[in-house]
């Protein structure tokens, strides 16, 4: 089905856009009430992901609500290690839990190399009931961690301030890490070009814990993984870009300008300027206004938001936060970010 | 009295040493068995701060039995706010935490700015404990938290992933934040003057939360008022050598460079030779390996100190972790990496 706003993919792929399109990570979700009372329905979090109707339903949420100019499919990062033989719980107000983690060689073979179909279908089935009932307004963002990320979950157990223990593992048994990063990526490279064949028209990688590493360590084990994951996607899904979005990866962002990529997704700690130079022309750029932005009043969001959008320019950008957006967040805020971008005409051609 | 090994001050102030000077950022605590048979003599952590004769023994302890050539007073950056009517308690396992949090411009107009000698005359009388005990053998470091960090703790009462309270006030109430901010670096300004007064022979400050500020907020609420810290202490030490340690500030090591003191501290994130070049040679650099480094085995971290300390060279560094030991870090291992550097005789001059 032809889109009817297409924008997202076009300033993906480096085309002139008529304005920024926009979208916030996190959107579906926690800061709508119509999602708390989609919510409140089921037992938790992980029921909601996992019956297709209702991710379909919160995932269309924002694009009614708030306008934005992409939905994204309502799931989890954590999908992965649970479709590889390692489930996860997810604690109200704690976070995700994997009752069971990973400490030897044996832990690693017994994981499988996850079959998108058999063991995601649910969320493949999400994404088509989503780009059914979009009926093409907007295009559907997929989604997967980064192996690195996955891969400190699966050690860690859950969240983590230092990941020391996933980090102890990389210097104490870098063979072992590797070998279980490999898994992730053979199962998430799956996952990823099956969401495209449900219907996704981008496909983003979240390196959430990138920000721990060392630049050399972010070198030998998240690098080869993420470059690994978008060439699978160019041989399988040729035409669905791909948004990389390593949060605290500063360092490496003249090496994310040379992963096989469209879209490289920055957080708010890094200078726009600096970081057009670092990555480079050839890529389009996502983010990055501080969530702590939409706290602030009306008046200041708009500027702060025109401010944003005239340092990255009208070309090869997507109107993003610099991370999810925090759940306390007034939806109205929310729109006012929305349409701030989408009103923008401060362009001078 | 003269100290019998002042490396870590002639490296400070930019003078060549005959070798590079070591210690560990929270090297008085938790990784030494002897630190925790003091420490179940008391009550808790904050009992054995506030115990002058406790104190100065568990500072004392890393020069003997990791061999690090300087002390670092044992206490805490949260005895500011304590100091200026704001309490706190240490809860196992989970962190400080503020029963009281600053809400209201009542609220900071209640608090007071500390008067070192009558509010935390016990941190001070630690450091003439320390002083007469080490008898000159290194050099002892004074400290405090940077006003932002401290800011942050007093309006989020506690240890956070977002610190999403504390920058909501900065967003919503800017004069209000300041206003604060001010009233907190007048209290430290005063701490650290005393401190070098009590004994302390460099003073380093704390900016722990640094990394959740973008480039824009952390120039207006941080950096002017680590500037007005530095500026303190010129006036009145000007003898004591100043370090900045801005966990997460990446994006600021250029003004950085600028601040009017003496040491840069650098975390495990950042490239060496890149914040060389952006802070500039007239700052002396501290750092940074990755605390994961040592859970690695004896050679390699006896090879990654080596590659560290070529990477800064000879001059004008102070060898140490990019963060805080972590608490499970075998000893033998933190003596691997001090006799490493000490050891050391890969310069060819």
Chains 1, 2 share one sequence.
């Not at 997202?8 to 996190?26: F, I, Y």
């Not at 709508?32 to 019956?51: H, K, W």
């Not at 708030?66 to 999908?79: K, N």
Request: hydrophobic share 40%.
């Amino acid at each position: 089905m032809q889109l009817k706003n297409d924008l997202l993919l076009r300033a993906a792929r480096g085309e002139k856009t008529e304005r920024t399109p926009v979208w916030l990570m996190r959107q579906a979700g926690r800061i709508l009430p119509q999602y708390v009372a989609v919510r409140e329905r089921v037992s938790g979090f992980i029921e909601l992901a996992t019956t297709p109707e209702l991710a379909a339903e919160v995932t269309i949420q924002p694009v009614d609500l708030l306008g934005v100019d992409a939905a994204i499919i309502f799931s989890d990062i954590l999908v992965i290690p649970e479709a590889m033989g390692l489930p996860y719980e997810m604690v109200e107000k704690r976070g995700p839990h994997f009752p069971r983690t990973v400490r030897s060689p044996e832990d690693i073979d017994r994981l499988k190399v996850a079959d998108a179909e058999t063991d995601l279908g649910y969320v493949l089935e999400a994404i088509r009931l989503v780009k059914r009932d979009l009926g093409g307004r907007v295009p559907l963002i997929g989604f997967a961690g980064a192996p690195f990320t996955i891969f400190c979950y699966m050690i860690e157990g859950g969240g983590s301030k230092t990941f020391s223990k996933a980090k102890k593992m990389l210097y104490t048994e870098p063979a072992l890490s590797h070998r279980l990063l490999q898994k992730i990526t053979d199962s998430t490279a799956g996952y990823l070009n099956a969401q495209a064949s449900a219907g996704a028209d981008l496909l983003q990688v979240f390196d959430s814990w990138a920000g721990i590493l060392s630049p050399d360590q972010y070198r030998t084990f998240s690098l080869p993984y993420l470059r690994q994951l978008c060439q699978a996607v160019k041989r399988e899904a040729p035409a669905t870009p791909v948004t990389v979005f390593a949060k605290g990866a500063f360092f490496a962002r003249a090496e994310m300008g040379a992963l096989p990529c469209e879209v490289i997704g920055l957080d708010w700690n890094v200078d726009i300027a600096e970081s057009k130079t670092l990555i480079g022309p050839d890529k389009t750029l996502q983010g990055n206004l501080d969530p702590c932005a939409l706290y602030a009043s009306f008046d200041q969001i708009r500027q702060q938001t025109r401010q944003m959008l005239r340092a990255f320019g009208p070309h090869r950008h997507i109107a993003n936060l610099g991370h999810g957006v925090y759940p306390d967040t007034d939806p109205e805020k929310v729109k006012c970010f929305v349409e701030t971008v989408q009103e923008y005409a401060g362009w001078v051609d």
